[in-house]
């Protein structure tokens, strides 16, 4: 059903920086994406302007870029639901992105954990404007469709919080209406997908090593790795963040794959070895790859078919996004083009 104007609208995205999306992007965000997509007037971007901020080489950048929108594809994301588009189709977000920069401090920049991450890594010098600015970027990606709910990993909860305070301040500013307030979507249980070799910490997209799975992986390199997993001291299969992060992040994952809770896991494995709980994910995780990979290169093998999504998507998304520009432009200040001819 497309007509159904009083749905609340939603907004996510995620970057192209790798040929793969990780597991972690999908049990975190994607699976939520395509659970609200039923009830919400969804819109999920495939984030190009923000992979620039790694300078990536032109042509990976495309390849990656396309082969992004067909993971969300095969992950369930549908395009008869969602509006499905790329962020640099819609000129606005840039455009917002600069007027949003004006309202943010360049200390409120510096705090964000994730650019300290990140320059961090590289090392300051070497870290562009780009990526200090990046979430203001990501506001404006935001508040430009008026969504009501972010639906996100808890990675991205800071980045959250810096939008609802630059809609807050800008509303008191230019008036209550200039923007909706955004909530986060971020669902405890899947919030954060650890790695597999350190358990504490959540898995990335930037690591190579066998703590990530992604979703290209050949299904039998995914199973090897849960194989490999690191598990915690005792041998009971229980679920406890503090004690037992291997086992809970395995279960997590089983919980998500097959839709049974964690308790029904728990009473299937009472007596049984991390082994066997290894062993059967393995099996259920590479399943899900075979299927899913085989829906991702049935997309990638129609480039007509996702070029028409990308513009139909892109033509929805400009529509809300241009009418949300141009009401901003209106209270900043700026003089609409034609403005006083008579
Ligand atoms: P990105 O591309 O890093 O991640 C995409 C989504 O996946 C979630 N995620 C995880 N969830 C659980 N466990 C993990 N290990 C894990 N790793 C990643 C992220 O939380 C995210 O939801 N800044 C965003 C992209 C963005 C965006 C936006 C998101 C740009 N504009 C507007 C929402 C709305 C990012 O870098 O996501």
Redesign the pocket.
Known sequence: MTSQPTRQRI?????P?NDSL?I??Y???MTQWVALQENYDAFYMV?DL?ALTVNPDPEKLKTRTRSTLAQYLAGGVDPSRSTLFL?SHVPAHAELAWILSCNTGFGELGRMTQFKDKSAKQGIEGASAGLFT?PV??AA??LLYDSAL???????RQ?LELTRNLAERMNSRFGEDTFVVPEPHIVKA?????DLQQPTA????SEVGKGTIWLMDPPKVAAKKIKSAVTDAGTEIRFDREEKPGVSNLLTMYSVFTGQTIEQLEQEYAGKQYGHLKVDLAEIVADFLTQFQGEVHRYLDDPAELDRILATGAAKAQAVAQETLARVYDRVGLLAPGHGVA
């Open positions: 907004l996510s995205g995620m970057q920086t990780s972690g992007n049990i975190g965000a984030v923000h962020q990046y970027l990501m990606d935001i972010v639906p996100v990993g808890e990675d991205q980045h899947v919030a954060k997908v650890y959540k898995m990335s997209k």
